[in-house]
């Protein structure tokens, strides 16, 4: 009996040890499991790190070429500006044209049609300001969204209540002069929502060609030392 009895404990510490290397088995293939995880996911965090920073580098790089573009524009400007007072709109067919300013010449003849002269400057001022804040208002955008020749196109909402109310009140030639004004915003400065010049022609309603500029301001020069002499 005793022997049976030390047979039947030898098996059971046998069934025991077992259950405790299987347990054991499976913490070590668990840990062994979680460790490639581990392996796994800092190799996408050295990859996340990495996309990171060329994303960085590409974004700086960006930067820096806005930056100079932006130095480029300005200094443009700057010589546009300088060429302001010889190519003076009204004077010669190529001039420098305000982008985005509402014609003043438009609201002045209604005014002049509601009231006498000195009060018809007032007023005209007064509503060129009014409607010029509100073309300068990147919040203002009455424009529409329609297909044409199956692409899709903004086009200005004559429904936009106040347009419609300028119209009734105003007229076509404001009316124009206001939708013009912003036109010209939306395409040369829509986020920023200010004037920009633009080299213009005025005979053909376009911008001027670099050509155009060029062939004025040198008759221009020819013209100013023949009158010198």
Partial sequence: MEIEELKGKLQMENEEALKNVSVLQRQIDAKQKLE?????????LQRVKEEALKKVLEL???????????????????KLQGLH????????????????????KALLEACKDKFDSEEAQIKALELCTLWQDKVNNPEWHPVKVVAVDG?????????????????????N???????????????????????TNELWNFRDNRKATLKEVISYILKTMQSLKRKRR
């Fill in 36 to 44: 490639l995880e581990i392996e796994e996911l800092n190799g996408k």
């Fill in 60 to 78: 700086k790089s960006q930067l820096d070429a806005e930056q100079k573009l932006h130095m480029e524009i300005e200094e443009l400007k700057g």
């Fill in 85 to 104: 007072d010889m190519l003076q709109p009204g004077r010669t067919n190529i001039g420098v044209k305000r982008m985005g300013e509402i014609d003043s």
């Fill in 151 to 171: 692409a899709h196109k903004e086009v200005i909402d004559e429904n936009d209540e106040l347009l419609k109310n300028l119209k009734a009140e105003w007229g």
């Fill in 173 to 195: 030639g404001v009316f124009d002069a206001v939708v013009t004004a912003f036109k010209e915003m939306n395409e040369y400065n829509p986020s920023g929502r200010y004037v």
